[in-house]
């Protein structure tokens, strides 16, 4: 029989839907190969910076070989039609196959774990059953039309079915090749059409759709806000979803407000990260680094700056690799994306705060039912003994809370979005101000200058050397933040500690006076005084 025909069972007229699935696990990183499809060089950002920084650092994970090698064995121990698998491995899954298999899997599960024996079992219990129940439905499928007279499936094919079936019944089904993909970056989907992939080298790739109608990408985008740890609405009346998948990615997805259905996930490649890794990347200097680390030990708040996609994210997890293990830390997010939570042997206790959007209309204190926001989280947390309180991205009024978190734990960080470093403290009083009329530009602007001591900038850029030309992330500029002025100024001042150097990045400039004592923590004012003295007299 055809790869993509339906197999003859009593009732395939109602096939069960894909959107519908239990996702029971964590998901687990399988090595899927890249899909063949057109390359388009990237065409955005600079010419200029550090040399390499793809963000590529070894690690470990579990793929789901077991299931692919017992279906092997069990199906074709064989496997002598290497020409024609290779063949068949081209041709599209027949998706209708896969939820009819998925939904069999997932009957016989329930069965066997009806009544409590469902809280008792483990997740990982749970897969190996629902592994078993795989092999033994593609085996009967495979004995049964090989009695019928009907060709049957090779072994390659056999191994791709069982693969979707399980990651449909357990992970994020059509979606889950992308996400084991470990140089990709982005996914960007748009309803049916086929899905643009950004890789980590700045090349993009167009690939199959995950999707058969825009319906059926929002049924599923309402299936995952659903089915998370923090549920969240997605509908006509809340149009857009922001929320954190099972892997540690992120989604962003709106609809009914955009002319079709849109989605982003973005993959978050390094998770534990240190600043000597980002020095190995070439994203700083090991002068900078040093500076950092120092700074980080003397309890300085820090901001990341910098554009979408720039790595301020990893960054901030770099930072925070450098705070002392013992230290409790208390992290407040919009969405959960830091993950400094899942990282025990670096960092013991960790409280990790949600904010949760709530549903149904407003009550007479302006908010929703079950809403939770940044600022509750910030107040709760006040009893938990913290000694750092890490906020996540700032994007409105939340950084009135980022303030209240630097003034009363000093050593706090956050990343905002903003293209140069002197733009930060301007933007983030734009956001503060949103906090309510009480806030006016001046308060928030000294507020700000108080609180801030360090904005860390980050960039990205075609290096033109690199054929094709690779993009870089980098640190382009750190800048010191003190109080200024309101008669002369804006009301703060800067100072350039690290300067943007073309294809160099940032290059000592100005060591404040203030941060000498840095020298207590580890930072070498002697190197950064070399660095300093060579660029200025190559300038």
Not at 33 to 61: K, L, M
Not at 194 to 220: I, M, S, Y
Request: glycine share 6%; proline share 6%; with cysteine.
């Amino acid at each position: 029989m055809s790869t993509n025909q339906s197999v003859d069972f009593d009732d395939v007229s109602d096939l069960p839907g894909l959107l519908d699935l239990p996702i029971f696990a964590q998901p687990q990183r399988a090595a899927s190969p890249a899909p063949v499809e057109r390359v388009v060089q990237p065409v955005d950002g600079g010419t200029h910076g550090r040399v390499r920084s793809d963000y590529t650092i070894t690690r470990t994970a579990k793929p789901a070989e077991n299931l692919i090698r017992l279906v092997h064995l069990a199906v074709d121990p064989v496997a002598g039609e290497t020409l024609k698998s290779a063949q068949r491995d081209e041709e599209p899954l027949d998706w209708g196959l896969v939820a009819l298999f998925r939904q069999r899997s997932a009957d016989q599960l329930a069965k066997q774990l009806s009544g409590e024996s469902f809280q008792q079992t483990s997740i990982e219990e749970q897969q190996e059953m629902g592994r078993a129940n795989i092999i033994e439905m593609l085996r009967d499928h495979s004995s049964s039309s090989a009695a019928g007279g009907v060709v049957s499936w090779d072994s390659r094919f056999v191994q791709r079915m069982a693969q979707a079936v399980f990651d449909a019944q357990f992970r994020m089904g059509r979606l889950q090749p992308l996400l084991d993909m470990d140089q990709v970056e982005n996914i960007m989907i748009t309803g049916n059409d086929p899905v643009t992939l950004h890789f980590a080298d700045g090349t993009q790739r167009d690939v199959d759709r995950v999707a058969d109608t825009d319906a059926e990408l929002v049924e599923f985008l309402q299936f995952l806000a659903s089915r998370a740890k923090n549920p969240r609405p997605f509908s006509e009346s809340h149009p857009s979803l922001h929320m954190q998948l099972d892997g540690g990615e992120r989604l962003a997805a709106s609809a009914w407000i955009t002319s079709r259905p849109q989605a982003v996930i973005r993959r978050h490649r390094l998770r534990e990260v240190r600043l000597e890794d980002l020095v190995a990347n070439d994203t700083l200097s090991p002068v900078a680094a040093s500076f950092l680390k120092a700074a980080v030990r003397a309890r300085k708040s820090i901001v990341i700056g910098g554009i979408q996609g720039r790595g301020k994210t990893t960054m901030m997890r770099a930072l925070c690799a450098e705070i002392g293990p013992e230290e409790p830390i208390g992290t407040f997010e919009t969405e959960y994306e830091l993950g400094l939570d899942q990282l025990p042997e670096q960092h013991h206790f960790v409280v990790a705060y949600e904010a949760r959007p709530g549903s149904a209309e407003l009550d007479a204190s302006g908010h929703r039912a079950g809403e939770y926001t940044l600022k509750q989280a910030l107040i709760d947390s006040f009893r938990m003994n913290l000694s750092r309180q890490i906020v996540g991205e700032t994007r409105g009024d939340e950084v009135w809370t980022m303030i209240k978190a630097m003034e009363s734990a000093p050593g706090s960080m956050c990343t905002t979005h903003s293209p140069v470093a002197n733009q930060v403290v301007p933007k983030l009083v734009t956001c503060a101000m949103e906090a309510g009329p009480a806030i006016t530009a001046d308060l928030a602007t000294m507020k700000l200058a108080q609180a801030v001591d360090l904005v860390v900038q980050m960039y990205s850029g075609i290096d033109p050397s690199l054929k094709p030309g690779r993009s870089q992330r980098y640190v382009s500029e750190i800048i010191a933040i003190t109080p200024g002025e309101k008669n002369d100024g804006p009301g703060w001042a800067a100072t350039t500690v690290f300067k943007h150097v073309p294809r160099h990045g940032a290059i000592a400039e100005i060591l404040p006076d203030e941060y000498r004592e840095l020298i207590h923590y580890g930072f070498d004012p002697a190197a950064f005084h070399a660095e300093a003295a060579e660029f200025r007299s190559e300038r």
